[in-house]
């Protein structure tokens, strides 16, 4: 009886130590610089770096938002201004049509 209860308790622990034992939660961040087409030969090498640029404000200014505790709404939200901001996107002001014919806005 002794046996048994030492290998439950052997059991019991194994178990428990994963949970325990878990990293802390990660998290990943991604955008789009919207809907359109833009053929990448069409860029000039200063425009292909701006847009990069843009884009990298971006996702530093979500990232800035999560590292420090915050949440993911309100990182999606900072990424958001700094493109609605940035004339290169056309985000919070206009949009390409969709299949169906019409302009359709998220956020």
Same mark, same amino acid.
């Given at each position: 009886?002794?046996? *048994?209860?030492?290998?439950?308790?052997?059991? *019991?622990?194994?178990?428990?130590?994963?949970?325990?034992? /878990?990293?802390? +939660?990660?998290?990943?961040?991604?955008?789009?610089?919207? @809907?359109?087409?833009?053929?990448?030969? +069409?860029?000039?090498?200063? /425009?292909?770096?701006?847009?990069?640029?843009?884009?990298?404000?971006?996702?530093?200014?979500?990232?800035?938002?999560? +590292?420090?505790?915050? +949440? @993911?709404?309100? @990182?999606? /939200?900072?990424?958001?201004?700094?493109?609605?901001?940035?004339?290169? *996107?056309?985000?919070?002001?206009?949009?390409?049509?969709?299949?169906?014919?019409?302009?359709?806005?998220?956020?």
């Amino acid at each position: 009886m002794t046996r *048994f209860r030492i290998a439950l308790a052997a059991a *019991f622990a194994l178990i428990a130590a994963p949970a325990a034992a /878990q990293e802390p +939660s990660r998290w990943s961040f991604a955008i789009h610089g919207g @809907a359109g087409v833009i053929e990448r030969d +069409s860029l000039t090498p200063e /425009q292909d770096a701006a847009y990069r640029a843009a884009l990298h404000r971006a996702l530093e200014a979500g990232q800035a938002v999560l +590292s420090s505790g915050g +949440s @993911a709404m309100d @990182a999606v /939200q900072a990424a958001i201004q700094i493109m609605e901001d940035d004339p290169l *996107f056309n985000a919070g002001r206009g949009a390409v049509f969709t299949a169906e014919g019409r302009n359709e806005l998220d956020a």
